[in-house]
């Protein structure tokens, strides 16, 4: 047959039908199987040729040529719904049947569409058209691409049996020999018009890290060329090359109209640029910043230096130049927690745009809680493409095609989010490849990486070395980075480019910049700020008494004190007695993860903008902050002194980072003491003869790090050098912690519970994240939804809902614009553990305000507020259950 008539006879089989309201352009009943294979072959040939640079990272890391990687790509997309020529699909449809090709219709057997295109991919009639562009992958050497092409739901086809009938399509009763020509008829078609060429260098190893890459490119191609609102249905009877033109320009028109197409990067980026305020006076690693010489190909730095050196400005300044060399066309900054988050977003916001030539560049905040910041709905375009504020136009745009999914919000410009967000990527849940393909195309910066446990750290080297393999190039950042971490982690980054050999790293110089590339590895050392070397004493305190006065007594002085608590309990316990005894109870603050977001978020501003670089002096004079973890990350704040619960040296060392801070405020000429002092509640380490030896003086909060020796030895270490000397020692206290196995026979054996422990959560990490050498194909068919497996492990959790009531009805606890952000921001979550078994009372009011809620949030607990604070909670323990904007989630136990 002809051509003409060889697309005549496929046009009848139906692959969409219109919605109940067809769009304007809408003049048939259906649309072709063979029209909507074409409109995502088009968007990913646009969507590749659109972004060169990033085509190229991905053809020399896989030795091809980038425009035949295109073209071939292209081509695999539009085979991506191949098996919606089986009978199983156009049974669907009875009404649209093709009779003609297929006879009467009859009950098919039931075959998902995606695993018949695996079936008709091998089908021989189609694996010969493919031949020819893989001429070193045939027959089974060809899964992961398969699997990569048919799995682009989210998931891959199950193996395929060799032998069964089953897995032969001629053979199985959903597809059969009709359908199996119809499909070569397309793919031969498709051919024609998409002209792939072949991939001659590709092999085995090539092909499983290409498969990662291909996957996300069809899912992402599929997402947009089923939007109608570009590609609508046309008369079925349109010759296909007429078509395909009209898929190029649908295509050509929906990625940049989606935020999808990156705008051009500012050619000569400088400090001066993006950070005006540190460019007066650049720190040397700003300095160094913005003259490192950066390696060909994907590159990792990782950056070491003290709190408040400017890593975060370098770290911009290091990215804005990676992209001007066309490793990345956006930025991704990954936070360890979502305050943090928060404030790099904040940060962006005052800059990002510098990073472009112009146009308007998206920003977004990404993590669990992102929807419920106020400074990211302001940034999102109202539903009638009204915009917030005055300057919404200029300010942060964030599409809201990006913004209605977290597994789409690697495609903004720019990022700030939590490490989670980035983590999902290589977990086995269903859309990783997505993530992954639009991490690909942003610079990694990898904030505050010494704080990822043994768990999190598998996952983090998993990362870095998928990126690598994706041909993205990090940026890691710390100020207490031990040797094993930064060492795991440029093995890692070397490992996914397909290093020969691992790096050599030698140096343990301190500040240091480690440049990581495919051909070498440079240990760099750089200057030290003078303005931030200090030394700062640290003394003793026997426990939360004596901390108490202390605090109370700096504070009397006019001191700003920061007391950092290791569990939530104990922190709302010492505020709690703090209250009781201060003259102005006002000056006392509370922040911790138990509040309600809404509550958490104005607590957070408060503290920022109380103790931050530019709070005023009255604002901070006198005033006490307790708080957990939350401020020991990233936050931009400034205390006089840090009263602070023993934790592991580097996370001390971080504490220490939170006072005198800011040496160039104008406030810091008149601090109440002559030098930055650190008291640390811990026993003596030398007097320590039982295994739980900290708990007399930190209660419940002596079990939050396990790690026996570790917190003895920072103890000993802290309480024998009696300082922290920085820069000068900061290296070695952390090595001598952590490259030890010192702890007196009272504390072996738990020492060796820690290790297990330990190198247990590591195991578990490794057993969780996905195994990138087997490539797409390697990934179970039934990939979990998000909740299902951690990006952290910890005990279980549950998420809760405050309410309050409002006459008869039940309303949310924050006040929102609407009912949805409403009750967003009235979450929090707490332990599992920590409800002890009590649940919500059943209240009709409570069942009615839970009506709207969609599907996905019914395991969410409601949970109403009283006039009293009491929750409505049935209590087997007779514990009282409590909440307050001021305290936040509270349990008085039973003593009975």
């Not at 089974?140 to 092409?149: K, L």
Request: proline share 7%; with cysteine.
């Amino acid at each position: 047959m002809g051509q003409e008539d060889d697309w005549r006879g496929v046009i009848p089989f139906w692959g969409k039908t219109p919605p109940p309201a067809p769009h304007s352009n809408d003049d048939g009943a259906y649309k072709p199987v063979l029209h909507h294979l074409m409109d995502v072959g088009a968007v990913a040939l646009v969507a590749q040729r659109a972004v060169p640079s990033r085509l190229r990272r991905m053809a020399d890391l896989l030795g091809v040529d980038p425009e035949a990687l295109a073209r071939t790509a292209a081509f695999l997309a539009a085979l991506h719904d191949l098996g919606k020529f089986s009978k199983s699909f156009q049974a669907l449809q009875p009404a649209l049947w093709p009779q003609e090709q297929l006879g009467p219709l009859s009950p098919a057997v039931p075959l998902p569409h995606w695993r018949a295109s695996a079936l008709l991919l091998n089908a021989g009639p189609i694996a010969l058209l493919l031949d020819p562009l893989f001429p070193r992958l045939q027959g089974s050497r060809r899964a992961p691409i398969i699997a990569a092409v048919a799995g682009h739901h989210g998931r891959p086809t199950e193996s395929l049996e060799a032998g069964a009938d089953k897995t032969d399509a001629e053979r199985h009763p959903a597809i059969g020999p009709i359908c199996v020509d119809a499909a070569a008829t397309a793919t031969r078609l498709l051919a024609d018009i998409i002209r792939p060429e072949p991939l001659p260098a590709l092999r085995n190893t090539g092909a499983c890290r290409w498969s990662w890459q291909l996957s996300g490119l069809i899912t992402f191609a599929d997402w947009i060329g089923s939007d109608i609102a570009f590609f609508g249905f046309h008369p079925p009877e349109m010759p296909p090359q007429e078509y395909w033109e009209r898929a190029l320009s649908a295509a050509e028109a929906a990625l940049p109209a989606k935020g999808l197409v990156p705008p051009a990067v500012f050619s000569a980026p400088s400090l001066t640029r993006l950070a005006p305020h540190a460019a007066a006076a650049p720190r040397p690693l700003q300095a160094e910043a913005g003259r490192l010489a950066l390696p060909q190909g994907p590159s990792l730095i990782v950056i070491e230096d003290l709190t408040g050196a400017g890593k975060t400005e370098a770290a911009a300044l290091v990215a804005a130049r990676m992209m001007t060399e066309g490793k990345g066309e956006g930025i991704y900054f990954a936070l360890p927690t979502e305050a943090t988050a928060n404030a790099m977003h904040g940060r962006l916001a005052a800059f990002y745009r510098a990073l472009f030539e112009g146009g308007f560049p998206s920003l977004v905040l990404a993590h669990g809680h992102a929807r419920q910041t106020q400074a990211f709905l302001a940034s999102v375009p109202l539903p009638n493409g009204e915009s917030r504020g005055e300057d919404a136009a200029e300010g942060a745009f964030c599409a809201a095609w990006i913004a209605d999914d977290r597994r789409k919000a690697f495609f903004a410009d720019v990022g700030a989010g939590t490490i989670d967000q980035a983590f999902l990527s290589i977990l086995p849940k269903k859309h990783l490849t997505l993530r992954q393909y639009g991490l690909a195309g942003r610079i990694l910066i990898i904030d505050e990486a010494h704080s990822f446990d043994a768990y999190m750290s598998q996952e983090l080297a998993t990362l870095v070395r998928l990126h690598a393999m994706q041909g993205g190039s990090a940026i890691v950042l710390s100020a207490t980075l031990a040797e094993r971490q930064r060492r795991r982690l440029i093995e890692a980054f070397a490992e996914g480019l397909g290093a020969d050999e691992p790096p050599r790293i030698t140096s343990s110089a301190y500040p240091l910049m480690t440049i990581t590339s495919r051909d070498a590895t440079h240990e760099l050392p750089v200057a030290a700020s003078s303005s931030l070397a200090r030394e700062i004493g640290v003394e003793r305190l026997d426990d939360r008494e004596e901390a108490r006065a202390t605090a109370l007594s700096l504070a009397k002085d006019g001191a700003a004190v920061l007391v950092l608590v290791n569990a939530v309990d104990e922190a709302i316990a010492f505020y709690d007695a703090l209250v009781s005894e201060m003259p102005e109870p006002a000056k006392a603050h509370l922040f911790h993860a138990r509040f309600a977001q809404t509550d958490r978020q104005a607590i957070e501003a408060d503290v920022l903008a109380r103790f931050g670089a530019d709070g005023p002096d009255e604002g901070r004079r006198g005033h006490i902050l307790v708080a957990t973890q939350v401020v020991e990350q990233s936050l931009d704040v400034d205390f006089d002194v840090l009263i602070s619960d023993l934790a592991p040296i580097d996370l001390i060392i971080q504490r220490a980072g939170r006072i005198w801070r800011h040496l160039d405020r104008p406030q810091a000429a008149g601090r109440p003491l002559a030098a930055p002092p650190i008291h640390v509640i811990s026993p003596d380490p030398d007097a320590a003869t039982a295994a739980d030896w900290l708990r007399p003086a930190l209660g419940g909060a002596a079990f939050v790090y396990q790690h026996a020796g570790i917190m003895w030895r920072s103890a000993k270490l802290l309480f024998d050098e009696g300082r922290i000397v920085a820069p000068d020692r900061l290296r070695h206290l952390i090595e001598a912690v952590y490259a030890s196995d010192r702890v007196p026979e009272c504390l072996e054996a738990a020492q060796l519970e820690g290790e297990g422990a330990g190198r247990a959560e590591g195991e578990m990490g490794r057993y969780n994240v996905v195994d990138l050498a087997k490539g797409y194909g390697g990934l179970p068919s039934d990939l979990r939804n998000d909740e299902e497996i951690g990006t952290r492990l910890g005990e279980a959790t549950v998420t809760l809902r405050l309410a309050r009531r409002k006459g008869a009805e039940v309303v949310p606890w924050a006040d929102a614009p609407t009912a949805v952000q409403a009750w967003a921001l009235s979450e929090l979550r707490v332990r599992a553990a920590f409800l002890r078994q009590a649940a919500p009372l059943h209240d009709a009011a409570a069942d009615a305000a839970r009506a709207d809620w969609p599907e996905w949030e019914a395991k969410i607990v409601l949970v109403i507020v009283d006039e009293d604070g009491d929750l409505s909670l049935a209590n087997p323990s007779g514990d009282r259950f409590a909440y307050d904007a001021v305290r936040g989630f509270l349990r008085s136990q039973n003593e009975g």
